[in-house]
């Protein structure tokens, strides 16, 4: 009333000035003040934080808006956010960002006063509006996408302790499988995404970080390194940098990346900053790796590995079989993990930024002799990201890390210097007087330096015009020396290797995308771009013998040189790509796309006939659940399809005729043989493949599940042609020769039991099966029993119209029967790389304090070879063939009746690999995560939270493995084979770790 007042006086005032322009202006200035105050009175503001609901911790980037308005704010470092000018009344907030199911609450907001809301997200399965970059030339929304995208958050992470990216990967994404882990420290895993996409060519996924592509050799793999294991690219990442990873599976999703993506591709995007004062957190982790019994349960010694002490059911008049037994009675001994990890996060209002540092050091869980260095791996990790804004329309990030990995290899695997082989085989291993510590004489370093570095510019002149601008460089140099010194067991005049593996990736791309509204009803979103990857890798091994004296024993000491080899192999790629995306009232998004891909050689001096490839794709989606009809019990249904092509290109030294120096002893230069033959006309492998999916949720996002059927095949598949050795040639030949195909399904599903203020309670599931099919072996095909069937090696085989690869051999007939072994013709016995997988996990949190979080996964639908206990067996030194050898003495010498069944007389009386191949299905209750947060009320001296966390991985393992071997420590397994087995080397501990993170 006192304002309509004064109003009113000011009027007057003006008319009695005779209307004035002074008078006039006093009038309306003073009404312009006046009315600040009252529109402020009409409105109010809406504040608080945004948090995980599993994990505690604050959420930065999560867009929060009052539905059916323009107000929205993001939250900063500390998850804080403002919504101002919110008008009085009712409103519904909503906070969302990927990989979380969206937040949504009812908030009465009174004239001139702030409401206090927070938000606690859990991570959802099915989340149609969170933005994702993989798979499109800028940015889209899952709704907008016929393909689909598997997203790991940050949370999911957390919750569950994540050592590493195999760790990270293992059971988390349907369809995509992480197999083999050992006991030894440092190596990695093999990744396969919707199984094997091709026979000899490419089955790893591309793997980009921050939209910079990486290294995807998968393996330092280094010749020199008879460890049988080998380190991977991808546990170069700290997986606590990672805010998320996205995953796409195929051809029909990876087209847009061209040649080379068939296999799939995985984006890691790590953490960035946020505005708000700077925001620390210290970790510190400490655990225990507790050895398992190796080998069969009867087996008192666990192998000899777990009990030294004296010979067991092999040797039991045998008090002492290893003369260098270590003190503990054993070989193997409880190690010791740590890892010290500082971060820091913020910014202001035109830049932001990110940096951490960790350093951690893993030890294997061999008892290496004191006089040797110990097996371990030691890991240094710096990341700095940074993000600019110099303009509203401008965003620029630089993303840069540096990995620096030691690792300390043992000689092991299949391989006569091995220590499990030796210590396993008793007096019939290589080492004199049965001594198994002399392999540790064999000394392997293996250093690692990773750098990746990127620029990322965002930039939109106007609204709905986006261009993204990539460019980055990915460098890395595996050094590995192998040292055996004078006086060595196996080469007593000492030798040395030195070989070094050094790669460089440029990644250059460019994408961009105009937005724009046809209708009321219909938008167009037309895309287009390219892309150029140059990479070269540079080898150099110099092999020596025979030491002049006692020293440092380098190259220069060595008497004669033995091996000295340079590689340089270099490829480019690239192409160019147009997308069109045609939406109809945010719920129906029709997509056509088309790239056109080029690949040549580097430094070639061959007259190569170039040309572009055309990969197409297309793809649909329908938002069901965005009709009127739709009931308010179910959130979201959605079907998609999407079909598209991807390629692979031949090898990189396909198109070039090697040479290699040749000759005798006495004549080292006297000629040449040819090292590989040039394949001119060679194609690239083309994978064509169609998705059909559904992504359904209900009861606000408590019930949710996503299904995906694929169907693919792979034509002018590269296979390896063996020539007449009359031809002088040393090495197959690729050619284009394969036809096959691949079809299954993934489901995953979510379930949220319990969602009250002080209990949640979450369960999660996902199940995988494929199969596949030789169609045609071409010119590589023999004959075998009206079958064409092209021979791998090591009893691995391809057969027309069977799945791939199958393990063949001669089976015996009456193999359950109590009767001396039948042996039967040769056939196919069953593939060798599992087709089923299966995981679930669980979560519950108390009190929004207390979380447990606990998953496991299982492989299922494949045979092994237990390559240990095969030759074991062979040399008389297998337990289980103890009772078995002496049943068949009896028998053959007194008649006695037989005990064993067929298939055991004739593993372990004539023991060939065929008979121990088992089924390796397996289930392994993963992790299990304990984590606390201390209430704010305990924080002190600037601290804003504290968090505890207990885990024990590899929990349980239950297969039925008739070996007890654990069917998952696979022989090199990031070394990509087709041919799998096992038993050569020590299985995966259990381990205990304790985490203290503090944030200030």
Not at 445 to 470: A, C, K, S, Y
Request: aromatic residues 10%.
């Amino acid at each position: 009333m006192v304002t309509s007042t004064l109003a009113n006086w000011l009027g007057s005032l003006a008319r009695s000035r005779g209307g004035t322009a002074r008078g006039w202006a006093l009038a309306v200035l003073a009404t312009a003040l006046l009315a600040a105050p009252l529109a402020a009175q009409q409105t109010g503001q809406v504040s608080g934080t945004v948090t995980g609901a599993a994990s505690g911790r604050a959420l930065a980037a999560v867009a929060v808006s009052i539905e059916g308005t323009e107000i929205r704010a993001l939250t900063n470092a500390q998850g804080e956010y403002v919504l101002l000018g919110v008008p009085v009344g009712t409103h519904r907030v909503i906070a969302e960002v990927i990989g979380y199911r969206v937040g949504r609450a009812e908030v009465q907001v009174p004239a001139g006063a702030a409401v206090a809301l927070n938000f606690a997200l859990s991570v959802g399965a099915v989340q149609l509006e969170g933005i994702v970059v993989t798979g499109t030339p800028t940015q889209a929304r899952r709704k907008e996408l016929g393909h689909s995208i598997e997203v790991i958050t940050a949370e999911e992470i957390e919750m569950a302790g994540a050592v590493d990216i195999d760790d990270v990967l293992r059971g988390k994404a349907p369809g995509f499988q992480v197999q083999g882990q050992t006991g030894l420290a440092g190596p990695g895993s093999q990744i396969l995404i919707r199984g094997l996409n091709s026979i000899e060519g490419r089955n790893r996924p591309l793997i980009y970080l921050d939209g910079i592509r990486m290294n995807d050799r998968g393996a330092y793999e280094s010749s020199g390194n008879t460890a049988d294991q080998a380190a991977t690219v991808l546990n170069s990442i700290n997986p606590q940098d990672i805010e998320r990873i996205e995953i796409i599976k195929g051809a029909a999703a990876s087209t847009i990346y061209g040649t080379e993506a068939s296999a799939g591709v995985i984006q890691i995007f790590t953490k960035q900053g946020a505005v708000g004062r700077p925001r620390w957190t210290f970790a510190i982790e400490q655990g225990v790796a507790v050895p398992r019994h190796v080998g069969p349960e009867m087996d008192p010694t666990g192998l000899h590995l777990n009990d030294c002490t004296f010979g067991g059911p092999v040797r039991p008049d045998q008090t002492e079989p290893d003369p260098d037994c270590p003190s503990s009675g054993s070989w193997l001994k409880n190690s010791w993990q740590q890892d010290y990890r500082l971060d820091v996060r913020g910014g202001g209002s035109t830049y932001s930024y990110y940096a951490a540092a960790s350093f951690g050091i893993t030890e294997g869980i061999v008892n290496v002799p004191d006089e040797f260095d110990p097996q371990t791996s030691e890991d240094l990790n710096v990341r700095a990201n940074f993000t600019f804004n110099p303009f509203e329309t401008m965003q620029i990030q630089l993303s840069n890390s540096y990995t620096r990995r030691d690792i300390q290899w043992i000689e092991d695997g299949d391989f006569w210097r091995g220590f499990t082989k030796n210590v396993i085989k008793l007096d019939e291993g290589e080492t004199p007087d049965n001594r198994d510590a002399l392999v540790f004489e064999s000394d392997i370093e293996q250093d690692i330096d990773h750098f990746n570095t990127g620029v990322n510019l965002n930039w939109t002149p106007i609204p709905g015009f986006n261009h993204n601008l990539r460019l980055g460089l990915d460098w890395s140099q595996s050094q590995t020396i192998r040292l055996r010194p004078l006086g060595n067991w196996s080469d007593p005049e000492g030798m040395r290797m030195h070989d070094t593996e050094t790669s460089r990736l440029i990644t250059l791309w460019y994408g961009a995308g105009w937005l724009t509204d046809l209708s009321d009803t219909w938008t167009s979103n037309f895309e287009f771009g390219g892309q150029f990857n140059d990479r070269e890798d540079r080898g150099m091994r110099v092999d020596c013998s025979e030491f002049v004296a006692p020293g440092e024993a380098v190259a220069n000491e060595c008497q004669i040189v033995d091996n000295l080899q340079e590689d340089r192999r270099g490829f480019r790629t690239g192409g160019f790509f147009f997308s069109e995306r045609v939406g109809w009232k945010d719920r129906l998004f029709i997509t056509a796309a088309v790239r056109a891909d080029a690949f040549s050689q580097i430094n070639s001096e061959l007259d190569l006939d170039y040309h572009f490839m055309w990969y197409p794709k297309l793809m649909l989606t329908y938002t069901v659940s965005d009709h009127d009809f739709w009931p308010d019990l179910f959130d979201t249904f959605r079907v998609r399809s999407a079909w598209g092509e991807s390629g692979d290109p031949p090898p990189q030294n396909a198109m070039q005729t090697l040479w290699q120096i040749a000759g005798a002893d006495e004549l080292p230069e006297s000629g040449y043989i040819i090292y590989s033959l040039s394949q001119p006309d060679i194609e690239a492998e083309r994978t064509s493949e169609w998705e059909f999916g559904i992504d359904a949720s209900a009861y606000n996002g408590r019930v949710s599940a996503e299904f995906n059927y694929f169907w693919k095949k792979t034509r002018d598949g590269i296979m390896y042609n063996p020539l007449l050795p009359s031809t002088g040639v040393w090495e197959s030949v690729p050619v284009n020769a394969g036809t096959w195909k691949t079809w299954g399904y993934d489901i995953k599903a979510d379930l949220t039991v319990i969602d009250l203020p002080n209990y949640l309670l979450t369960l999660r599931g996902s199940y995988m099966w494929y199969d596949n099919e030789i169609l045609d072996l071409g010119s590589l095909g023999t004959q075998d029993d009206d079958e064409s069937t092209a021979n791998v090696g090591f009893n691995t085989r391809f057969t027309e119209g069977k799945p791939f690869p199958q393990y063949y051999g001669e089976p015996i007939e009456n193999a359950d029967e109590l009767a001396l072994p039948v042996t039967g013709e040769t056939q196919d016995l069953g593939r060798s790389i599992p087709n089923k997988e299966l995981s679930l996990g669980l979560g519950f949190t108390l009190y929004n304090r207390l979380t447990l979080d606990m998953y496991g996964t299982g492989q299922f639908g494949h045979l092994l070879l237990d390559e240990g206990a095969q030759e074991a067996a062979e040399d008389g030194v297998w337990p289980q063939c103890v009772a078995v050898l002496e049943n068949l003495e009896d028998h053959e010498t007194t008649g006695a009746p037989l005990e064993h069944t067929a298939a055991w007389i004739d593993r372990c009386d004539d023991s060939d690999n065929e008979d121990w191949l088992f089924s390796g299905d397996y289930f392994r209750i993963q992790s299990a995560s304990l984590t606390y947060r201390v209430p704010e009320r305990f924080m002190f001296a600037g601290l804003t939270g504290v968090q505890l966390q207990f885990r024990v991985t590899n929990l349980a393992l239950f297969a039925d493995y008739p070996t007890d071997t654990d069917p998952d420590a696979l022989l090199g397994a990031a070394n990509f084979e087709l041919f799998r087995s096992g038993g050569f080397t020590v299985p995966a501990p259990r381990t205990y770790s304790f985490t203290l993170r503090v944030n200030f």
